[in-house]
């Protein structure tokens, strides 16, 4: 399913609705691929002030996928027997289906395994090596260079191998000044202007308000690469095209996490390359003054809880405060348990619910599933009645340890004495699903 | 008590909260965004406030708590002689102070996380006179301050346990610095607050209703870095932070009906400003501005949650932690009898803004320039 509009009004704001992809087969020539088959996860790897690194593969359960260096020149698998019951071949279903950057290999044994771009992937069966979680000052991870090779003692666990990236621009062929980002808020990589950094966006049709729409323009010596197509304009000058459709960049947008285009023109859509999964039950309203708001199926805002980290300042802001991955699977579902559950309601997913891109499913103590999204489990808020609300959103939850030594405070990290004066300040904090690239 | 009283007191220069005269029959609203909130301090005499004066400065609970671990006075003034500066000790003390919190099975733990595993090290409390507050109803006489500007007998517990501390003895505008660093950031990232005051003619006495809501930019800063008067600002449609009060005008002063109040806030200031049972007054200075209190009770431990979230920010936050505890006095909790909440009394500061609604319809218009001659006082 291709992303839609549909104009909803909801406690007097004017909401846009975005449905995303849900990994069904494009009806459309023109949609997006999804970035990952169903069962690989996308990983983001950030440093201890949280910032990003890099984006990594993950199975099913975001656990690291490796590259072996060995199959590099061959594009099959050079790891059978013992190597690869170190290492086990990331198996493909007997109805995988290979897509753009994603193919299946066969093995010596018959089984079939996944590749990207044309490597081989696997598991590790021991302990994948983590840098220590960042604290709530900045941790003592590995430093920011360990951190940035996939090929690192903290990213890989033997000499040969290397955590496999996510490197979808480098099999994307771009025009000069073009370039291939991932846009959070535009749920995939799209592609953004390289002169004024803002996110292109393709019409079927001529834009109405010209004066705000602005064509992609072409040099005169430009040549096709890719998907990219060149269209003459009545005026002689040259635009680009994304897949038979006029490239435009709309004046209205401030910086490349803003899509305030698919709010002026209906058949507006960025320009994407890839589409991150989502779940049928999962959609993005973007409200006015507040941008892309992550909903649940009947517009109730989707929450996050997160350990409490000292930040000064942008909390609110769109991509202001999220926690690290590692972080957010240590809090994982602990962090709304018993009377919290009176408050915060999980967000269920189904019995068959498969994991993709950014969504893991997670199991909860009493044994139903939940979604989480970039490694934190999702929740509603009772208090929100109707789209738009958000009174779940900027709460924290102080929690001091008793000197019985009773309560547990692993899930805010206070319980870190080798970290007392990183990890002060335990407790936890509930804000909407951040989006951040 | 006269009005005299009041501005002899505090140096204000309040005005009658009166505004440009409009039409009689139409009612009118003046905007604000509050530009300057943290707990009220009254410092103008230290000595009768704390007349130990044993809590010290950062340097002196340093070495309380290298004590606590086992130095020796003298060892411990040497060490913290010998540091950089009195907060960057070598890092295996600082573990040490750090984590000389114990628990039941002799495990030590971070004392910032456990402050109630941590020998309370009974800091000085505030034994003056006089604090800012509102009389809330507490029950104990002896509790009770005499407030500078009204001279009535005010609850204010939380100036007893905070105010002997260093990063307190602060005079307005300066804040107390762990609310004056969080607060600075808040100006230029945070969501501001607005405030409303609406009724039927604001040049006279008379009732008013107060609303206060978030609005959804940060406050904007003049050349000279003060919050600017006269900006727009946007009304948050989140009902979260909406709040109507009712109150009136009397002889230049605004004071509500006590009601409860909440703000959302943003640590690592305050996480909202959550105070039940609020009172408030509020005088308009010659400029517009806005300048009052605040008092009530709010939940001590997210009080104290601001210190304790930031390690050696201008405090000695466990043995303010245990202060503030003791000294909490009201709404005990059924289970364990102990108080959950404490009296405080907040100084504030507004300017006049412009106040719409996310449609553009402005519902609050700016007041700086409309203020007219003080009115004739009793007494003067």
């Not at chain 1, 899509?259 to 991150?276: C, R, S, T």
């Amino acid at each position: 399913m291709l992303m839609k509009t549909t104009l909803l009004h909801a406690a007097g704001f004017t909401a846009i609705s975005l449905a995303l992809a849900t990994g069904a087969a494009a009806a459309d020539k023109n949609a997006a691929p999804a970035s990952t088959p169903v069962g690989i996860t996308l990983v983001d790897v950030t440093n201890a002030g949280d910032k990003f690194l890099w984006r990594r593969l993950g199975d099913a359960t975001g656990n690291p996928l490796y590259f072996y260096d060995k199959d590099e020149t061959t594009g099959k698998s050079s790891c059978n027997d013992e190597c690869a019951k170190e290492f086990p071949p990331l198996l493909a279903s007997a109805t995988a289906v290979a897509s753009g950057d994603w193919s299946v290999v066969a093995r010596a044994d018959g089984a079939k395994q996944w590749a990207y771009q044309g490597r081989p992937l696997y598991r590790y069966s021991g302990k994948d090596p983590t840098a220590e979680p960042p604290g709530r000052r900045g941790g003592r991870a590995g430093g920011p260079e360990a951190l940035s090779d996939p090929a690192s003692s903290v990213n890989t666990p033997k000499q040969g191998w290397r955590r496999a990236a996510f490197t979808p621009e480098s099999t994307t062929p771009t025009p000069s000044g073009i370039e291939l980002q991932s846009l959070a808020v535009a749920n995939g990589y799209g592609f953004i202007s390289s002169t004024n950094h803002m996110v292109t966006y393709v019409l079927k049709t001529p834009p109405k308000d010209t004066a705000r729409w602005a064509p992609v323009y072409a040099p005169a010596v430009a040549r096709p690469i890719g998907d990219f197509t060149l269209a003459t304009r009545e005026d002689g000058t040259t635009q680009w095209a994304y897949k038979g459709q006029r490239l435009y960049t709309f004046s209205g947008d401030y910086s490349d996490t803003d899509l305030n285009g698919i709010l002026a023109e209906k058949d507006a859509k960025p320009a994407l390359a890839f589409e991150h999964y989502t779940p049928p039950s999962v959609a993005v309203d973007i409200l006015p003054y507040r941008g892309p708001v992550m909903t649940n199926a009947k517009g109730l805002s989707l929450y996050t809880v997160s350990r409490y980290k000292l930040q000064y300042g942008g909390r609110h802001a769109r991509d202001g405060y999220h926690a690290s991955y590692a972080v957010a699977k240590l809090v994982g579902t602990r962090g709304c348990t018993a009377d919290c559950l009176k408050d915060y309601r999980p967000l269920v997913a189904p019995a068959n619910a498969q994991p993709s891109g950014f969504w893991e499913v997670v199991a909860r103590a009493d044994g139903s599933k939940q979604w989480a999204y970039k490694g934190s489990a999702l929740y509603t808020f009772a208090g929100d009645k109707k789209p738009g609300d958000i009174q779940g959103n900027n709460r924290h939850e102080v929690m001091y340890g008793d000197k019985e030594g009773k309560r547990d405070l692993s899930v805010t990290g206070g319980d870190n004495a080798a970290a007392a004066r990183e990890m002060a300040g335990s407790g936890l904090y509930w804000h909407l699903v951040t989006f951040f690239n | 008590m006269t009005f005299m009283k009041i501005l002899s007191r505090t140096a204000l220069v309040a005005v009658p909260l009166c505004f440009a005269a409009a039409p009689a029959s139409a009612a009118e609203t003046r905007g604000y965004v509050i530009s300057w909130l943290a707990t009220a301090t009254n410092v103008t005499d230290f000595k009768a406030n704390c007349p130990q004066n044993k809590n010290g400065g950062r340097t002196e609970w340093t070495i309380r708590d290298l004590v606590a671990v086992g130095y020796t006075r003298k060892e411990a003034e040497d060490i913290v002689t010998n540091a950089p500066n009195s907060t960057e000790l070598p890092a295996d003390i600082t573990r040490k102070t750090d984590t000389r919190a114990v628990l039941a099975n002799g495990q030590h733990v971070s004392i910032y996380n456990y402050p109630e595993a941590v020998t309370d090290p009974n800091i000085e409390t505030v034994s003056g006179k006089f604090a800012y507050g509102f009389d809330l109803g507490g029950k104990t006489e002896a509790n009770k301050f005499e407030d500078p500007d009204t001279h009535s007998k005010v609850d204010n517990q939380m100036w007893r346990a905070v105010g002997c501390t260093e990063s307190f003895r602060a005079v307005p505008p300066v804040m107390p610095f762990p609310e004056e660093v969080a607060w600075n950031v808040m100006v230029d990232t945070s969501p501001a607050w607005s405030l409303m005051i609406t009724g039927d003619d604001l040049s006279k006495d008379g009732k008013v209703t107060l609303t206060f809501d978030r609005v959804t930019q940060h406050l904007e800063r003049d050349s000279a870095g003060n919050v600017m008067s006269n900006a727009s600002y946007v009304i948050d449609g989140s009902p979260k932070s909406h709040n109507v009060l009712h109150g009136e005008i009397k002889d230049g002063m605004l004071t509500i009906t006590p009601s409860n109040l909440y703000l959302q806030g943003e640590m690592p200031y305050y996480a909202e400003i959550a105070i039940r049972n609020a009172h408030m007054r509020i005088t308009q200075q010659p400029e517009g501005k806005l300048l009052g209190y605040w008092g009530g009770y709010v939940n001590w431990m997210r009080f104290i949650y601001m210190y304790t979230a930031r390690p050696g920010n201008g405090s000695d936050s466990v043995g303010l932690y245990h202060a503030i505890k003791k000294l909490a006095d009201a709404n005990p909790d059924p289970k364990t009898g102990q108080n959950q909440e404490i009296s405080t009394t907040f100084r504030m500061e507004a300017v006049p803004a412009y106040i719409a609604t996310a449609d553009g319809k402005v519902l609050g218009m700016a007041s700086a320039g409309d203020v007219v001659a003080p009115a004739k006082v009793a007494g003067q």
